[in-house]
């Protein structure tokens, strides 16, 4: 059997790996148009490669997916995060847990993993074309005929994982074979806020904020870091991916609120606020801070509520603390544009899963096309999810199932 995977990334790796395990004597060759493999487990996790994600039961690993969780459920039924930890202790590399579940090779650098492929990829006799452009693709008497660098090749199966396009003419020679693609978008971005002051602090963080869009029903919370053009952080990454389309149709021109604090409730806010003044009765506000706020930003909050810094905790009065709590809870900034996450890009969008046997990811318009990772209309939030998705379909697809 002739097997060739489109895309030398960590979706088309794995698929190829996954082909040549379920049928040993197949021929599989791995095509990859740049001169680059696994470029984004390289980048990932600046360097670290986040692998996986320690959420170990596929209801609810799958609720971390804007886009697909109730199909790629079916698919984590077949290949989860424990068939991931134990794919890769098989092959001598170890994961580890880290505070926030996200999980990383114990040696925290990505070289771990990508040599991980590269040996296994040599041990079973994978054939790798880098620089090697697909440039048509055909169904021809049940098989795949795929033209390459100006020259034809028939194929018994063939697995596309050519990761996402920030464009849809980029998925239209897939469009063309008869597959609905949906529009794709970014999704995990940062927001620009060009004309907000708050960026002097750039390089502050906030260990748990949360993040509402002004006029959507959206809202997360998180870690929030404060950039030279604007926020970052898991609590902005989660929200523009599960905003990815509500975003995009403003333009990335909105308002969002930021509640500094992490607490939702109010009356429980004044409660901490006004325990913490009578405590620190004589203490100047500036110096005595009741929450988890870097000085610096707890003096520029207190003065955009127009409070004296070198006021004394007794001496607030209410309306000064309803002023502060106000900011605390409800901090409104603009934002004009969007950065993609440093060079992770994620899409939303892609093939339509309604074209997808998710139980094989089997093509349901081309028989023996499948389909493996982002090129697919799945993402996840960050923490590892979007690699997870990768090693699940690129696994299933592999197995070339009929």
């Known amino acids: 059997m002739k097997v060739a995977v489109i895309g030398g990334g960590a979706a088309g790796f794995f698929a190829a790996l996954s082909a040549k395990k379920h049928s040993p004597k197949s021929e599989v060759v791995i095509f990859e148009k740049s001169n680059r493999l696994l470029a984004k487990v390289k980048i990932s996790g600046g360097g670290r490669c986040n692998v996986t994600h320690a959420c170990f039961k596929a209801s609810m690993l799958s609720k971390f997916y804007p886009r697909g969780a109730k199909q790629i459920k079916k698919s984590f039924a077949l290949f989860n995060t424990n068939h991931t930890i134990a794919w890769f202790k098989e092959r001598g590399v170890e994961l580890k847990k880290e505070a926030d579940n996200r999980m990383f090779p114990v040696s925290d650098s990505s070289i771990t993993i990508i040599n991980c492929f590269l040996d296994e990829a040599h041990r079973l006799g994978l054939k790798i074309k880098k620089e090697t452009a697909v440039t048509k693709i055909v169904q021809a008497n049940h098989k795949i005929k795929l033209t390459i660098d100006g020259f034809d090749y028939v194929y018994d199966k063939v697995i596309v994982a050519t990761g996402g396009s920030p464009k849809i ?8 074979l008869g597959h609905t693609i949906v529009k794709p978008l970014p999704s995990l971005f940062t927001f620009n806020m060009p004309n907000e002051e708050i960026k002097i602090f750039q390089g502050l963080s906030v260990k748990n904020a949360i993040v509402r869009i002004q006029g959507t029903k959206l809202v997360h919370d998180g ?41 939702s409730n109010e009356d429980e806010v004044r409660r901490v606020l006004n325990r913490h003044c009578y405590n620190y009765d004589k203490k100047k506000i500036e110096n005595s801070n009741p929450f988890e706020i870097p000085s610096r930003l707890w003096k520029y909050l207190l003065e955009k509520s127009e409070l004296e810094g070198s006021k004394m905790n007794c001496d607030l009065s209410k309306k000064e603390k309803n002023k502060l709590i106000n900011i605390l809870l409800n901090d409104v900034f603009d934002v004009k544009g969007k950065t993609t996450f440093k060079e992770e890009f994620v899409t939303c969008g892609g093939v339509s899963l309604n074209d997808v046997d998710m139980k094989t990811m089997q093509s349901k318009v081309v028989s023996n096309l499948y389909f493996a990772g982002e090129v697919l209309n799945i993402d996840g939030v960050t923490g590892g999810f979007n690699f997870q998705a990768a090693w699940t379909t690129g696994y299933i697809a592999g197995q070339l199932k009929s």
Request: hydrophobic share 50%.
């Open 169 to 176: 003419e980029g998925l239209e020679w897939l469009e063309n």
């Open 223 to 263: 870690p929030l870091l404060i950039t030279h053009w604007g926020m970052s952080g898991p609590a902005i990454l989660k929200i523009s991916a599960w905003g990815a389309r509500d975003l995009a149709n403003l333009n990335y021109e909105f308002k969002v609120m930021i509640n500094w604090v992490g607490i």
